[in-house]
């Protein structure tokens, strides 16, 4: 596998333990950042753990994180390659206490995802995935191959507190639900074929795709916009997402299911 991996699995999992030190704290710190999303005392902390431990792991590698300012792309669109990070994927799920939580950390090589891992602190379950290396998932100790399921019934990965209509409108297929908190980890029970698809409507940032998109390619399945063409990485000024999709196994006929759309 790639010679990162497992360093980036360890780290992961120490961020995972100062996110869940500070998770049943009284006072989490919780304030709301000049983009209008949350923070707490946890997303900062994951940082700092992620932070220093790929400064150590590769110090020439430079590092793009939700919890640190961005610089203008003229400083980083030369970027070979860079680590794209969210410290705590579904910081709202974290302050309602769901447990739907997760740490992402990718490796971008040429503006395109080649190494991802997903930690789910609350639940002790990492998924993770290489370039042409296939997708993982370690649980207990125990760490399995994952695929996308093939087509039965369709089960869209929906957010506990987005209306359904919200998503809904875009499919032209019945479909069955199962809900969850963090984007990454409904792409991640795709990836293990617990569901089919996931629809986001609304704003994220590329961190919150990077590990998730490789995972979701190495399990047979796939992100693109809303529209299927393919996300960017570190190409514009701005690090926001379109509308995504993230899709299953490929013998959905997905244009057909889902209609394309562009947020107005």
């Given at each position: 596998m790639h010679e990162y991996l497992e360093a980036c699995i360890s780290?992961?999992?120490?961020?995972?333990?100062?996110?869940?030190a500070i998770y049943k704290q009284d006072d989490?710190?919780?304030?709301?950042?000049?983009?209008?999303?949350?923070?707490?005392?946890?997303?900062?902390?994951s940082?700092?753990?992620?932070?220093?431990?790929?400064?150590?792991?590769?110090?020439?590698?430079?590092?793009?994180s939700e919890e640190v300012p961005i610089p203008p792309l003229a400083e980083r669109q030369d970027w070979s390659r860079y680590w794209l990070l969210d410290p705590?994927?579904?910081?709202?799920?974290?302050?309602?206490?769901?447990?739907?939580?997760?740490?992402?950390?990718?490796?971008?090589?040429?503006?395109?995802?080649?190494?991802?891992?997903i930690h789910w602190p609350a639940k002790h379950i990492t998924y993770f995935a290489a370039k042409q290396e296939g997708a993982f998932k370690r649980e207990d100790g125990q760490t399995e191959r994952i695929f996308v399921a093939p087509p039965e019934t369709l089960t869209l990965a929906v957010s506990?507190?987005?209306?359904?209509?919200?998503?809904?409108?875009y499919l032209n297929?019945?479909?069955?639900?199962?809900?969850?908190?963090?984007?990454?980890?409904?792409?991640?029970?795709?990836?293990e074929g617990k569901a089919d698809c996931f629809l986001r409507i609304g704003p994220t940032g590329e961190w919150d795709t990077g590990a998730s998109q490789i995972i979701?390619?190495?399990a047979g399945g796939s992100i693109t916009d809303a529209q299927f063409n393919p996300l960017t990485y570190n190409?514009?000024?701005?690090?926001?997402?379109?509308?995504?999709?993230?899709?299953?196994?490929?013998?959905?006929?997905?244009?057909?299911?889902?209609?394309p759309h562009q947020r107005p």
């Open positions: 780290l992961a999992e120490q961020a995972g333990l100062a996110i869940m989490v710190g919780a304030k709301e950042k000049s983009d209008h999303t949350p923070v707490t005392k946890a997303d900062l902390a940082n700092e753990v992620l932070m220093a431990g790929l400064n150590a792991i590769a110090p020439d590698i430079p590092i793009m705590m994927d579904g910081t709202g799920e974290f302050i309602l206490e769901s447990g739907d939580f997760a740490v992402n950390i990718a490796l971008v090589e040429h503006n395109k995802p080649v190494l991802g891992v506990r507190r987005q209306k359904l209509e919200a998503v809904s409108q297929a019945q479909f069955a639900t199962i809900a969850l908190g963090s984007c990454s980890l409904k792409a991640c029970i795709i990836a979701v390619e190495e190409q514009r000024e701005s690090t926001e997402n379109p509308d995504f999709i993230v899709m299953g196994h490929p013998d959905w006929e997905w244009q057909k299911i889902v209609t």
